[in-house]
């Protein structure tokens, strides 16, 4: 049951509304009600004191892995919802590539159903592309949609043949949802463990050179200006990908792009020693790509910045190098590393980082939230701008521990995350 709250005294950090000042937020019955200098608490609200700390609309994660059904010992809706909040995010979107995967109705409504039992972050499913994932027919997508599936992807794995994926370029228009790829040639990269390069070599492991994901994403570039679909490119991590990117949106394309923040923060230099912790797809590339996909970010090529929370079990990544599997956990760590290694170091304002981590997420796959304007639904984050902390897997939500940034020391912490109205995570 949702509650009266008011949040007294935060900076209120809200590019919806083009605001960044000291505010009271009130929220009542799970709505924005009231946002202004001062306010009177109501006789039934709980008052909670935000001076010193940043009030922002609702993180939205729109690229995350939940692994269920199917790899639950990686991580369970719950878990993953749980995770979520206690990163400040509000709302996530979880990938299909589960085991079966969520390719139809039946599928995207057990999502909607956990999601709801969880009780934290919302959880929004997005549904395939294609039946099974396996890139030879489209999958019942008004079916889908309807069951509450709020775009569609085959994530993990790109879809290869064009014609399919203008086919689902020109569908998902009739439902008005975004078509997520996961731009990958695997002709080029299937057998690469990193990136191709002086690195690699050194390691004697085979690469993906940047060209697999470059012609990938101006394959979808020329899909999405043909037939005037919304293509949605996921972790973004080439140079050449952020030009293609920036050109296509000056022509009108109709694109949005995200970047994860691994790849705005770190490089293949992470693998070295075989970590695997550092082991993921799209791969970590040369210190020249992290500086494009930063200033992707920072003029909006790249709108979005996503986790692509990735769960894996302690055992699958203490394999050897070639054999453990790909991706990071990122839910408890993204604000973090954000506000540390992106904000502090001057690449973005802190309003651009809540526009690109909430007010776009929002927009791009027509959710709610991204908002503190009144009457909009309550979702909210709470964080400590100033609060110095390191980073401990052991302490995370999430039933997995797999993160290069195990004892970083970073700035700026989640305290409280508010969904409808609802403290679902407190510090």
């Excluded at 002086?198 to 037939?227: C, F, Q, W, Y």
């Excluded at 293949?268 to 200033?295: C, F, I």
């Excluded at 699958?316 to 790909?326: C, S, T, V």
């Excluded at 796959?365 to 964080?383: K, W």
Aim: charged share 20%; with cysteine; glycine share 10%.
């Amino acid at each position: 049951m949702s509650r009266t709250l008011l949040l007294k005294g935060g900076r209120v950090v809200d590019p919806s509304q083009t605001l960044d000042d000291t505010r009271d937020v009130l929220l009542v019955d799970g709505k924005i009600a009231s946002l202004a200098p001062t306010l009177d608490a109501p006789e039934d609200a709980e008052t909670i004191d935000c001076a010193g700390l940043v009030v922002t609309p609702g993180l939205i994660d729109v690229h995350v892995h939940l692994r269920e059904p199917g790899g639950e010992h990686k991580e369970t809706i719950a878990t993953g919802a749980a995770s979520a909040a206690a990163g400040g995010f509000t709302s996530i979107c979880a990938m299909p590539n589960t085991d079966p995967a969520i390719d139809d109705p039946a599928a995207v409504g057990f999502v909607v159903a956990q999601g709801r039992k969880a009780g934290k972050a919302r959880v929004y499913p997005v549904g395939c592309i294609s039946a099974g994932r396996e890139g030879k027919r489209l999958a019942l997508v008004g079916e889908m949609v309807e069951a509450g599936a709020v775009a569609i992807t085959d994530d993990g794995s790109p879809v290869m043949d064009s014609g399919l994926m203008r086919l689902a370029l020109e569908y998902a228009q009739a439902f008005g949802i975004p078509v997520a790829d996961h731009p990958e040639d695997i002709t080029l990269s299937e057998s690469g463990h990193m990136n191709e390069g002086v690195v690699s070599s050194r390691l004697g492991l085979a690469g993906k050179p940047n060209a697999s994901e470059d012609i990938h994403v101006v394959r979808d570039l020329m899909l999405a200006e043909l037939t005037g679909g919304h293509i949605h490119l996921q972790h973004c991590s080439t140079r050449l990908g952020v030009e293609m990117i920036r050109q296509a949106k000056a022509r009108g394309v109709c694109v949005t792009a995200e970047a994860s923040p691994h790849h705005l923060v770190l490089t293949e230099n992470a693998v070295e020693g075989y970590r695997t912790e550092a082991k993921m797809n799209p791969p970590l590339r040369t210190q020249d790509d992290v500086e494009a996909v930063r200033a992707g970010v920072a003029d909006g090529t790249l709108d979005t910045i996503a986790t692509d929370h990735a769960p894996h079990h302690y055992d699958e990544k203490e394999a050897a190098f070639a054999d453990a599997p790909n991706g990071i956990v990122g839910l408890e760590t993204a604000l973090g590393i954000v506000l540390t290694r992106v904000v502090s170091e001057g690449v973005i304002d802190l309003a651009t980082m809540v526009e690109r981590m909430s007010c776009q997420p929002a927009r791009a796959f027509n959710l709610p939230g991204g908002t503190l304007a009144q009457g909009s639904v309550a979702d909210v984050t709470i964080f400590d701008p100033a609060e110095t902390w390191t980073v401990d897997p052991s302490a995370f939500l999430s039933k997995s521990r797999n993160t290069p940034f195990a004892g970083w020391e970073l700035t700026g912490r989640p305290r409280i995350t508010i969904v409808e109205g609802r403290i679902v995570w407190s510090a």
